[in-house]
């Protein structure tokens, strides 16, 4: 089992910055892969970015390329999602999940662990 717990979340102005962390426990966190996912009301989960084992590949979606950046540091069993220039449509819950799966990592089905996310408000 690997125990995910995030937080980080909060209310912030349009425009800010916010750092999401993802502190992992029960498992070599170096041995599996790291997304972060949000959920919007009303709306289907999604991928947001995904980082591998090393942490030397990462993947974002569309909508949050160039403004959001995923890093881990496996010394500490914690990873990272710096979001920029926030926007209210990144307005969402927020999720970490870890998979052991190296491969196709914007898929959800594959993330076996995940925490019980934190919540972002981006306010216009």
């Known amino acids: 089992q690997v125990q995910l717990v995030e937080s980080g979340g909060g209310l912030v102005q349009a425009g800010d910055s916010l750092r999401l962390s993802c502190a992992a426990s029960?498992?070599?966190?170096?041995?599996?892969?790291m997304g972060w996912f949000r959920q919007a009301p009303g709306k289907e989960r999604e991928v947001v970015a995904a980082?591998?084992?090393?942490?030397?590949?990462?993947s974002y979606a569309a909508s949050v390329k160039c403004r959001f950046t995923i890093s881990r540091d496996n010394a500490k069993n914690i990873h990272y999602l710096q979001m920029n220039s926030l926007r209210p449509e990144d307005t969402a819950v927020y999720y970490c999940?870890?998979?052991?799966?190296?491969?196709?990592?914007?898929?959800?089905?594959?993330?076996?662990?995940w925490g019980q996310g934190t919540q972002v408000t981006v306010a216009s």
């Open positions: 980082i591998n084992r090393s942490g030397i590949s990462t």
């Open positions: 029960g498992r070599t966190f170096s041995n599996y892969a």
């Open positions: 999940p870890a998979t052991i799966v190296g491969y196709g990592l914007g898929r959800e089905s594959i993330y076996a662990y």
